[in-house]
């Protein structure tokens, strides 16, 4: 259970709906995410069943409005979710987000209504599992350089490329494919059963091994037009619409990460003794777990007042720019402050903070690198500046 925070429980749930979701994703996590979290880290596996609990929840679709079968809540919401999850299970949370945000709300809000009528239902029981294919073996951040194409084919189109460590790969019966179509990019729906549509096998990573990834491989995949998601060269607009709370859940795991972290290192302090003191008494351990504190502390108020200006109608880039950049590092700082508190404990597995360094690497890497937000940044304030 989390340690108590500095900040007004309204900024964190400013609802009683708020307040129920976090209630209730603590108790799952306690019960369902916490006893099989380190197992499926062990053996890079995920655990499949677990997210259709998730389904059963109502939480596969925890941004889609009621009317459409999902929980009708807003960007907080998914900020509770991905924070709660991550506090035991990085890895886990990150499949979430890839099923729920990078494929269903991604999707959801760029669909026509026949397209949700046909995939949503699947989607938010879990019985399909969504995943999203943007990056290639040689493009990553130069979105705009991505080589799979995309021709049209009579009443079909036919995309040809590779996609690469796309998250819920090994295991998603539905892709999310970004192409170029006369170099402008484009979003398909691509399902797994198409002919000439199939998967690496997975690929072995650092950390977030509860989650798998592989490499997608369209060798000229026939789609229907009726897959077209959104308007031919909308890609951008579709792509750029969900980065947002994408951002937002990446940056909510990594508070989840620090807030385990900070648990783990305190209570040891606590509980260790070295000269007949508790080592909690020395000065260099009360700086560790004091500035791990003061980072949690200020990603959450970041993070918080942030994910309540964005929806799918108000944009905040920057806002969401600079709350991943701060949180993917300060949360891997914490998560190292960890390992050191503990020394050799802190190496080894017992107590999982090595897990939770690894996993807060990825962070910094994914959803936007910290190289890419600080240029997003500098780019959007020298804007205003010549305003």
Excluded at 52 to 63: N, P, Q, S
Excluded at 336 to 365: N, P, S
């Amino acid at each position: 259970m989390p340690l108590p925070h500095s900040i007004d429980d309204i900024i964190c749930n400013p609802t009683e709906e708020h307040a129920m979701l976090r209630r209730t994703l603590r108790e799952f996590v306690r019960r369902k995410v916490e006893p099989q979290a380190e197992e499926h880290d062990r053996l890079a596996t995920l655990n499949i069943g677990l997210l259709r609990e998730l389904g059963e929840l109502g939480l596969l679709g925890v941004t889609i409005p009621e009317a459409d079968g999902g929980a009708g809540m807003d960007s907080l919401a998914s900020v509770i979710v991905h924070e709660e999850l991550a506090y035991s299970d990085p890895g886990f949370a990150l499949a979430y987000l890839a099923h729920s945000l990078l494929f269903v709300n991604n999707f959801f809000y760029s669909a026509t209504a026949e397209q949700r009528r046909r995939y949503m239902p699947r989607l938010l029981t879990g019985e399909w599992i969504g995943a999203m294919g943007m990056t290639e073996p040689a493009v990553g951040t130069d979105v705009l350089g991505m080589r799979t194409t995309v021709r049209k084919k009579g009443d079909r189109y036919v995309v040809s490329g590779r996609k690469t460590f796309i998250t819920n790969g090994p295991e998603a019966d539905v892709f999310i494919v970004y192409a170029q179509l006369d170099e402008r990019i484009t979003t398909f729906v691509v399902e797994r059963r198409f002919p000439g549509f199939s998967t690496s096998e997975k690929i072995a990573k650092m950390g977030m091994r509860a989650s798998t990834m592989c490499e997608l491989i369209l060798d000229d995949v026939e789609v229907p037009a009726e897959n077209l998601l959104g308007s031919e060269g909308g890609g951008i607009t579709n792509m750029m619409r969900n980065l947002e709370i994408e951002r937002l859940g990446l940056a909510a795991m990594s508070l989840g990460i620090a807030n385990r972290c900070l648990d783990v290192m305190t209570r040891y302090a606590v509980d260790r003794s070295a000269f007949k003191r508790p080592i909690a008494e020395f000065g260099q351990i009360q700086r560790y777990i004091g500035d791990s504190y003061a980072k949690a502390e200020a990603i959450r108020s970041l993070l918080y007042s942030v994910a309540r200006t964005v929806s799918p109608i108000h944009r905040n880039r920057l806002g969401t720019d600079a709350t991943k950049l701060f949180a993917a590092t300060a949360a891997k700082e914490v998560a190292d402050a960890a390992v050191q508190v503990l020394g050799g404990y802190g190496y080894c597995t017992e107590y999982r903070v090595e897990q939770f360094l690894r996993d807060a690497k990825l962070i910094e890497i994914g959803g936007g690198t910290v190289e890419a937000h600080q240029k997003n940044i500098t780019r959007d304030l020298t804007k205003l500046i010549d305003k």
